[in-house]
């Protein structure tokens, strides 16, 4: 995780996290895994120069990186007291490389913070524990779901190992995160991006989207074209990957709803926002997607989830069949306080 150096007058220091909604050029920095997503051991991040500052559009060579290992000996390093979304943690200082790395291309002081062995608390009703309970005094209280069965597919990949590492833990009947924002998986469907790149304003030259826009983890589509509607992941409660045979079946549960910010208007090619025609976080809005009221104004595309824990280490690939195996009876509400509607940080 990058984050922001903050020096105040009287000489102190606090770090705040960095995100595309908060920072447009985070967009031009990728990431690869090295030698290969199986045997993980390098993580490379590239700048990648933005086209509008090259003078050649058409290609970029030589663009900046550096790389730091899968699993940093973070006893080494130095520790900081960090805190993301009200939920304190400790990360590690990876040094002054990585420091003057990002702070060039970002053109602020920045450092990279490695995890090592901190968690984060998951706040509000966002763990699987918790769910559909919308205020702090709810938590004593519960609604029902239903089974609702219907198979589609994976449309992408993703490993539960890498999940563990890199997006939430359990500590006995608590639920943990790392660095992941409010969660660690994040589920959307191919119908609804379709719906999205299809509600182009009359007369005006909108651009489309792709769903890695989007950021999702997992990405199902149907098996058939009537099998899914537009936005109907806003009800999902669980996911079931596979089935009875080899493998077995693999459950996630889904908790929450994803409120979009203004890093869908982020071109990746320049780093800044693109012109209105072509901003869809206001194409969301104007398709009445302000579905919870715990975001407020951001509209809603996607569903935050957890791996169930007895699923945890399993690997899933393309192509496996994914049967929804419960829905919620109304939308759930989201919930964290500090960051949902109608909640404030403590001063």
Known sequence: MTVRINTAKDGTTTYQSQSIGRTDALCLFTADILPNYENAEVIRVTYNT?????????????????EFPVAADYTKLEKLDLSLHLSDFVGYDMGSEYEEFFTKYLGYPAKLVYVGNSTREVKGNLAPNQVH???????????????????????????????????????GSKYSILFSDVAPVMVASTVSMEELNGG????????????????????????????????????????????KGEGGTRKIVLTGNCGRCKSLNVDYETGKQLPVHG????????MKRR?????????????????????????????????????NEERTVFYWPGLSTGTKAPR
């Not at 489309?208 to 409660?237: C, G, H, Q």
């Open 50 to 66: 933005p086209a509008s500052s090259t003078g050649n559009e058409d290609a970029v060579k030589g663009n900046p990186y550096i």
């Open 200 to 243: 182009k304003r009359e007369g005006e030259k909108e651009l489309s989207l792709d769903i890695t826009k989007m950021r999702p983890n997992i990405v199902l589509e149907p098996s058939a074209s009537d099998e899914m509607k537009p936005f109907e992941e806003d009800y999902w409660a669980e996911l079931e990957v596979g089935g």
């Open 279 to 286: 901003q869809m976080l206001k194409r969301l809005s104007d």
């Open 133 to 171: 309970l919308t205020k702090e005094n709810d938590f004593d209280k519960s609604k029902g779901i239903m089974a609702a069965p219907s198979e589609w597919f994976v449309f992408g990949f993703f490993t539960w190992i890498l999940w563990y590492l890199l997006g939430w833990r359990t500590e």
């Open 291 to 327: 579905v919870d009221t715990g975001h407020g104004y951001a509209p809603i595309f996607g569903r935050y989830g957890f791996i169930a824990k007895d699923s945890l280490e399993r690997d899933v690939r393309v192509g496996e069949a994914v049967a929804v195996t419960k829905k």
